[in-house]
């Protein structure tokens, strides 16, 4: 089953404390599409100026992308730069130019329109619900969000996660969005908002799951050298609704905990090198490994 996802596509600059590099392929859609095309076949939707490189269509072609989704504006894409901090968890943004992205409203091409799993990946939540509602019925959608659309469209994201099955945010999200300090309480809380589901991502530290009266925690696979942390929360959703779009027909607990060492076994790949670099070149073999890897970690007791 194909999976919908509507996000940015950018183009980024990227600090850390011992590199920089430009003019790398980012934003929310290019990490979470690809991370989702090792499961299931993607329908991508964004916006993209003159500037962007025509070999990425190409390539998304190769990995069963569909960009008839993408549109071509006239102006530059959209471009991002960060810096990391010494911890490679904390980020500044240093600049964001909107260029094509200030106008863009997301328009579903008609065979888009009855895909069945959704993946509002981090936009606007007013765009996000816009393309809901050209939608017919989805049996299943996630949304990511940011603290931007906390702190400045905190009405259209309440609207939004009414429409919601899984809600996928970070730490420091779900504290600020519920005014909690415990992440349980909050995980709790997050889903009387309207999501069925809620992962809260804790970077380096793992990820928890919320059900109706189910809990699952998964840890994070132990790297040792992280490159650029950027896109990682983006790649770890595209694992986690690509999995669950290309593998179950009705979404229980069980999948989705699947899908949760699945997400973060991409997004421990996608920080081994800057932008797109490690999940261009990945396979499935070194996913399947790693998830055997992510099994024998969390089995308590070992059989002598
Ligand atoms: P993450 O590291 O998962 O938070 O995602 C980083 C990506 O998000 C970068 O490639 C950026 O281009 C993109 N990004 C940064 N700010 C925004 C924004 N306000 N809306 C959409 N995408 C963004």
């Not at 290019?30 to 100026?49: C, T, W």
């Not at 995980?187 to 109706?212: N, Q, W």
Request: aromatic fraction near 10%.
């Amino acid at each position: 089953m194909s999976l919908l996802i509507v996000g940015s596509i950018a183009i980024d600059t990227v600090k850390t404390p011992v590199e920089e590099h430009s003019n790398l392929l980012g934003g929310s859609a290019s990490y979470a599409a690809l991370g989702a095309s090792f499961f299931s076949p993607v329908r991508l939707v964004g916006v993209v100026g003159n500037d962007f490189p025509e070999s990425e269509f190409q390539f998304w072609k190769s990995r069963k992308i569909d960009s008839e989704g993408v549109q071509r504006a006239n102006g530059k894409t959209f471009r991002w730069s960060g810096e990391y901090s010494w911890d490679l968890n904390t980020r500044e943004t240093r600049s964001i130019a909107l260029n094509v992205f200030e106008h863009f409203k997301p328009a579903l091409p008609k065979s888009y329109r009855q895909t069945d799993f959704v993946l509002l990946a981090n936009i606007a939540p007013s765009l996000q619900s816009h393309v809901l509602d050209q939608m017919e019925r989805p049996r299943f959608v996630v949304a990511d969000t940011m603290d931007l659309w906390i702190e400045t469209a905190r009405s259209d994201l309440d609207a939004l996660l009414r429409r919601v099955d899984l809600l996928i945010l970070n730490d420091s999200e779900a504290r600020e969005i519920t005014k909690e300090t415990s992440l349980i309480k909050a995980g709790r809380r997050i889903r009387k908002m309207g999501p069925h589901y809620v992962a809260i991502k804790k970077g380096e530290h793992g990820a928890l799951l919320f059900g109706e009266d189910e809990y699952f925690s998964c840890g994070a696979y132990p790297l040792e050298d992280i490159h650029d942390p950027t896109g990682a929360g983006d790649t770890f959703a595209g694992g986690m609704a690509g999995y669950l779009a290309g593998t179950v027909k009705k979404v229980h607990f069980n999948d989705l905990r699947k899908s949760m060492i699945y997400g973060s076994v991409l997004a421990s790949f996608c920080v081994e090198a800057f932008s797109l670099e490690r999940l261009r070149k990945l396979s499935m073999e070194d996913i399947a490994q790693r998830y055997e890897t992510f099994k024998l970690m969390s089995q308590f007791e070992v059989p002598i």
